[in-house]
Protein backbone atom coordinates (compact mmCIF):
# COMPACT_ATOMS: atom_id res chain seq x y z
CA UNK A 1 0.00 0.00 0.00
CA UNK A 2 1.23 3.61 -0.48
CA UNK A 3 1.58 5.92 2.47
CA UNK A 4 -1.33 7.45 3.73
CA UNK A 5 -1.46 11.11 1.95
CA UNK A 6 -4.13 13.82 1.61
CA UNK A 7 -4.22 16.45 -1.04
CA UNK A 8 -6.67 19.11 -2.51
CA UNK A 9 -7.23 21.11 -5.86
CA UNK A 10 -4.15 22.73 -6.05
CA UNK A 11 -5.15 26.64 -4.75
CA UNK A 12 -5.04 30.07 -7.14
CA UNK A 13 -5.78 27.72 -10.09
CA UNK A 14 -8.26 28.01 -12.40
CA UNK A 15 -10.47 25.84 -12.95
CA UNK A 16 -13.31 24.77 -15.47
CA UNK A 17 -15.58 22.94 -12.69
CA UNK A 18 -19.10 23.47 -12.59
CA UNK A 19 -19.88 25.54 -9.68
CA UNK A 20 -19.70 23.55 -6.23
CA UNK A 21 -22.53 21.51 -4.89
CA UNK A 22 -22.50 22.74 -1.48
CA UNK A 23 -25.78 21.12 -0.58
CA UNK A 24 -24.63 17.53 -1.56
CA UNK A 25 -21.52 18.15 -0.19
CA UNK A 26 -22.50 19.13 3.35
CA UNK A 27 -25.03 16.36 3.42
CA UNK A 28 -22.39 13.76 2.83
CA UNK A 29 -20.29 15.86 5.59
CA UNK A 30 -23.36 15.18 8.10
CA UNK A 31 -24.41 11.92 6.84
CA UNK A 32 -21.90 9.07 5.48
CA UNK A 33 -23.68 5.93 5.36
CA UNK A 34 -21.85 2.99 4.51
CA UNK A 35 -22.73 1.35 1.42
CA UNK A 36 -23.48 -2.12 0.72
CA UNK A 37 -20.47 -3.97 -1.42
CA UNK A 38 -22.75 -6.33 -2.71
CA UNK A 39 -24.46 -4.98 -5.45
CA UNK A 40 -20.36 -4.71 -6.41
CA UNK A 41 -19.85 -8.36 -6.97
CA UNK A 42 -19.98 -8.49 -10.47
CA UNK A 43 -17.38 -5.69 -10.98
CA UNK A 44 -15.15 -7.03 -8.04
CA UNK A 45 -14.93 -9.88 -10.12
CA UNK A 46 -13.76 -8.28 -12.90
CA UNK A 47 -11.00 -6.41 -11.17
CA UNK A 48 -9.48 -10.08 -9.56
CA UNK A 49 -9.63 -11.43 -12.55
CA UNK A 50 -8.08 -8.26 -14.37
CA UNK A 51 -5.08 -7.29 -11.90
CA UNK A 52 -1.73 -7.32 -12.07
CA UNK A 53 0.60 -8.04 -8.81
CA UNK A 54 0.92 -4.21 -8.28
CA UNK A 55 -2.37 -3.03 -9.31
CA UNK A 56 -3.39 0.45 -8.75
CA UNK A 57 -7.39 1.52 -8.02
CA UNK A 58 -8.63 4.58 -7.49
CA UNK A 59 -12.37 4.54 -6.08
CA UNK A 60 -14.00 8.38 -7.12
CA UNK A 61 -16.45 9.30 -4.39
CA UNK A 62 -15.05 7.01 -2.23
CA UNK A 63 -17.28 7.96 0.91
CA UNK A 64 -16.05 6.79 3.97
CA UNK A 65 -13.99 3.72 2.36
CA UNK A 66 -15.97 0.69 3.00
CA UNK A 67 -16.07 -0.16 -0.74
CA UNK A 68 -12.57 1.11 -1.18
CA UNK A 69 -11.38 -1.51 1.12
CA UNK A 70 -13.95 -4.49 0.32
CA UNK A 71 -12.11 -4.25 -3.25
CA UNK A 72 -8.61 -3.78 -2.05
CA UNK A 73 -9.11 -7.01 -0.29
CA UNK A 74 -10.82 -8.91 -2.74
CA UNK A 75 -8.74 -8.18 -5.89
CA UNK A 76 -5.28 -7.94 -3.97
CA UNK A 77 -4.68 -4.07 -5.20
CA UNK A 78 -1.50 -3.13 -4.00
CA UNK A 79 -1.71 0.57 -4.52
CA UNK A 80 -4.78 2.83 -3.65
CA UNK A 81 -6.44 5.73 -3.35
CA UNK A 82 -9.82 8.11 -2.64
CA UNK A 83 -11.43 11.06 -4.06
CA UNK A 84 -14.26 12.35 -2.31
CA UNK A 85 -15.75 16.38 -1.91
CA UNK A 86 -15.91 15.65 2.05
CA UNK A 87 -12.68 15.77 4.33
CA UNK A 88 -15.10 13.98 6.71
CA UNK A 89 -15.89 10.85 4.57
CA UNK A 90 -11.88 11.40 3.58
CA UNK A 91 -10.82 10.92 7.24
CA UNK A 92 -13.28 7.86 8.14
CA UNK A 93 -11.27 6.31 4.59
CA UNK A 94 -8.01 6.78 6.04
CA UNK A 95 -8.72 5.07 9.27
CA UNK A 96 -10.04 2.08 7.34
CA UNK A 97 -6.52 1.63 5.02
CA UNK A 98 -3.47 3.49 4.17
CA UNK A 99 -4.20 4.66 0.87
CA UNK A 100 -3.72 8.36 -0.37
CA UNK A 101 -6.73 10.86 -0.49
CA UNK A 102 -8.09 13.70 -2.78
CA UNK A 103 -10.61 16.28 -1.45
CA UNK A 104 -12.48 17.62 -4.25
CA UNK A 105 -14.64 16.70 -7.28
CA UNK A 106 -14.11 14.45 -10.24
CA UNK A 107 -15.50 17.56 -12.29
CA UNK A 108 -13.08 19.99 -11.42
CA UNK A 109 -10.84 18.95 -13.94
CA UNK A 110 -7.63 21.40 -12.61
CA UNK A 111 -7.70 18.68 -9.74
CA UNK A 112 -7.59 15.50 -11.93
CA UNK A 113 -4.68 16.84 -14.16
CA UNK A 114 -2.73 17.40 -10.62
CA UNK A 115 -2.86 13.90 -10.13
CA UNK A 116 -0.16 12.36 -11.09
CA UNK A 117 -0.70 8.50 -10.99
CA UNK A 118 -2.62 6.90 -13.39
CA UNK A 119 -4.23 4.00 -12.28
CA UNK A 120 -5.42 0.61 -13.72
CA UNK A 121 -8.89 0.93 -12.57
CA UNK A 122 -10.93 4.00 -11.54
CA UNK A 123 -14.17 2.86 -9.93
CA UNK A 124 -17.60 4.97 -9.75
CA UNK A 125 -19.90 3.26 -8.07
CA UNK A 126 -23.45 5.32 -7.54
CA UNK A 127 -21.32 8.45 -8.46
CA UNK A 128 -22.89 9.83 -11.53
CA UNK A 129 -26.35 10.28 -10.10
CA UNK A 130 -25.48 12.37 -7.12
CA UNK A 131 -23.83 14.45 -9.94
CA UNK A 132 -26.33 17.44 -9.62
CA UNK A 133 -26.57 20.67 -12.26
CA UNK A 134 -29.28 23.45 -12.35
CA UNK A 135 -31.69 20.72 -13.99
CA UNK A 136 -31.83 16.96 -15.49
CA UNK A 137 -29.91 18.41 -19.08
CA UNK A 138 -26.86 19.71 -17.01
CA UNK A 139 -26.96 16.51 -14.66
CA UNK A 140 -26.80 14.60 -17.39
CA UNK A 141 -23.81 16.34 -19.03
CA UNK A 142 -21.75 16.51 -15.65
CA UNK A 143 -22.31 12.67 -15.73
CA UNK A 144 -20.56 12.93 -19.19
CA UNK A 145 -17.89 14.86 -17.81
CA UNK A 146 -16.84 12.75 -14.61
CA UNK A 147 -17.04 9.61 -17.03
CA UNK A 148 -14.72 11.72 -19.43
CA UNK A 149 -12.55 12.87 -16.70
CA UNK A 150 -12.17 9.06 -14.81
CA UNK A 151 -11.12 8.01 -18.30
CA UNK A 152 -7.76 10.33 -17.98
CA UNK A 153 -7.14 8.66 -14.25
CA UNK A 154 -6.41 5.78 -16.24
CA UNK A 155 -3.45 4.37 -17.96
CA UNK A 156 -3.81 2.70 -21.43
CA UNK A 157 -5.16 -0.54 -21.13
CA UNK A 158 -6.65 0.61 -17.74
CA UNK A 159 -10.47 0.67 -16.71
CA UNK A 160 -13.06 2.59 -15.99
CA UNK A 161 -15.75 0.67 -13.55
CA UNK A 162 -19.45 2.05 -13.26
CA UNK A 163 -21.79 0.93 -11.38
CA UNK A 164 -25.11 2.95 -11.08
CA UNK A 165 -28.94 2.20 -9.20
CA UNK A 166 -31.14 2.39 -12.31
CA UNK A 167 -34.88 3.54 -12.15
CA UNK A 168 -37.46 3.89 -14.45
CA UNK A 169 -39.60 5.43 -16.50
CA UNK A 170 -37.92 8.86 -16.88
CA UNK A 171 -41.33 10.75 -16.12
CA UNK A 172 -41.44 9.50 -12.14
CA UNK A 173 -37.19 9.81 -11.78
CA UNK A 174 -37.63 13.43 -12.97
CA UNK A 175 -40.63 14.30 -10.82
CA UNK A 176 -38.16 13.18 -7.99
CA UNK A 177 -35.28 15.39 -8.83
CA UNK A 178 -37.53 18.28 -9.00
CA UNK A 179 -39.09 17.75 -5.49
CA UNK A 180 -35.80 17.06 -4.15
CA UNK A 181 -35.00 20.31 -5.72
CA UNK A 182 -37.37 22.29 -4.24
CA UNK A 183 -36.87 20.55 -0.48
CA UNK A 184 -33.32 21.32 -0.36
CA UNK A 185 -33.75 24.65 -0.88
CA UNK A 186 -35.58 24.86 2.34
CA UNK A 187 -34.15 22.54 4.72
CA UNK A 188 -30.58 20.55 4.74
CA UNK A 189 -31.97 17.09 6.62
CA UNK A 190 -33.67 13.90 5.36
CA UNK A 191 -37.14 13.94 4.40
CA UNK A 192 -37.53 10.27 5.19
CA UNK A 193 -40.47 8.46 4.26
CA UNK A 194 -40.35 4.84 4.86
CA UNK A 195 -37.06 2.70 5.34
CA UNK A 196 -33.53 4.33 5.43
CA UNK A 197 -33.23 4.66 1.30
CA UNK A 198 -36.85 6.07 0.94
CA UNK A 199 -36.78 10.15 1.40
CA UNK A 200 -37.60 12.76 -0.68
CA UNK A 201 -35.62 15.67 0.85
CA UNK A 202 -31.35 15.87 0.24
CA UNK A 203 -29.59 14.91 -1.61
CA UNK A 204 -31.04 15.87 -4.80
CA UNK A 205 -30.52 13.12 -7.33
CA UNK A 206 -30.54 12.72 -11.14
CA UNK A 207 -31.39 8.66 -12.15
CA UNK A 208 -29.96 7.77 -15.62
CA UNK A 209 -31.65 5.47 -17.46
CA UNK A 210 -29.96 2.10 -18.68
CA UNK A 211 -29.43 3.68 -22.38
CA UNK A 212 -28.53 7.07 -21.02
CA UNK A 213 -25.85 4.92 -19.38
CA UNK A 214 -24.53 2.93 -22.07
CA UNK A 215 -24.66 5.74 -24.21
CA UNK A 216 -22.47 7.99 -22.08
CA UNK A 217 -20.12 5.14 -21.77
CA UNK A 218 -19.37 4.57 -25.43
CA UNK A 219 -19.13 8.45 -25.92
CA UNK A 220 -15.44 9.21 -25.28
CA UNK A 221 -13.23 8.16 -27.82
CA UNK A 222 -10.75 6.64 -25.61
CA UNK A 223 -12.19 3.93 -24.76
CA UNK A 224 -14.85 1.54 -25.33
CA UNK A 225 -17.40 -0.63 -23.33
CA UNK A 226 -15.81 -3.68 -22.76
CA UNK A 227 -18.35 -5.65 -20.00
CA UNK A 228 -21.58 -4.49 -18.85
CA UNK A 229 -24.28 -6.46 -16.07
CA UNK A 230 -27.75 -5.09 -15.90
CA UNK A 231 -29.80 -6.90 -12.73
CA UNK A 232 -33.14 -6.10 -11.49
CA UNK A 233 -33.70 -4.65 -8.21
CA UNK A 234 -36.21 -3.86 -5.57
CA UNK A 235 -37.11 0.44 -5.36
CA UNK A 236 -38.43 1.38 -1.98
CA UNK A 237 -41.73 -0.58 -1.06
CA UNK A 238 -43.89 2.91 -1.54
CA UNK A 239 -41.89 3.58 -4.57
CA UNK A 240 -42.96 -0.25 -6.39
CA UNK A 241 -46.20 0.92 -8.02
CA UNK A 242 -44.51 3.74 -9.91
CA UNK A 243 -40.74 2.58 -10.42
CA UNK A 244 -38.71 0.02 -12.11
CA UNK A 245 -35.10 -0.53 -10.74
CA UNK A 246 -31.77 -1.84 -11.88
CA UNK A 247 -27.93 -2.33 -10.80
CA UNK A 248 -26.12 -1.83 -13.51
CA UNK A 249 -22.17 -2.25 -13.90
CA UNK A 250 -20.62 -1.07 -16.83
CA UNK A 251 -16.64 -1.29 -17.98
CA UNK A 252 -15.02 0.92 -19.90
CA UNK A 253 -11.59 -0.12 -21.79
CA UNK A 254 -8.91 2.12 -22.19
CA UNK A 255 -6.83 0.57 -25.28
CA UNK A 256 -2.82 -0.23 -24.87
Request: proline content about 7%.
Amino acid sequence: MTPAGSHSRPQGSDSSAPPEDRSTTAYFDSHAPEYSVGRLQFASDFIKAQARPDGSLIDIGCGVGNTLEYLVNVAGISRAAGMDVSAKCLEETQERLPCTTYQGSILDQELVRSIEERFDFAVLAAVLHHLIGKNRRHSKEYARMAISHSLELVRPGGYVVIHEPIYAPRAATTALFWVKKALTALTNHRVQVAGPWANIGPPVVSFLTNEELLRMADADPRGSVVETDVNSAQPPRLARPVLRGWHTTVIIGRPD
